[in-house]
């Protein structure tokens, strides 16, 4: 089992900066990809940033240039850094993991909320 705790959300203005981080714990050795979906309101959830299995990180295209998706392994941590906030960034976003036996977890989430 694996359990990921989301933190850092909050209320912000456009153009702003925001850091969201991701707390792993359990079996974190069997995560093979850790991603970033987000979900806002009457929409489906998406994927926003992840690392595959390869290690590289990938981010939907709506997000390229202004988010960065980052580790701490020691930590079993996985960050998102995110700028230039627009008021479409506003949703829940929510850690991801998929284990190498192809077991699925997911954070409680945590809201952004981005005002014009």
């Known amino acids: 089992q694996v359990q990921l705790v989301e933190s850092g959300g909050g209320l912000l203005q456009t153009g702003e900066s925001l850091r969201l981080s991701c707390a792993a714990s359990g079996s974190t050795s069997t995560i093979k990809v850790i991603e970033w979906y987000r979900q806002a309101p009457g929409k489906q959830r998406e994927l926003v940033a992840g690392?595959?299995?390869?290690?590289?990180?990938t981010y939907a295209d709506s997000v390229k240039g202004r988010f960065t998706i980052s580790r701490d392994s020691a930590k079993h941590a996985v960050y998102l850094q995110m700028n230039s906030l627009k008021p479409e960034d506003t949703a829940v976003y929510y850690c991801?993991?998929?284990?190498?036996?192809?077991?699925?977890?997911w954070g409680q989430g945590t809201q952004v909320t981005v005002s014009s």
């Open positions: 991801h993991a998929l284990t190498f036996t192809r077991l699925s977890f």
């Open positions: 690392f595959s299995d390869g290690g590289s990180p």
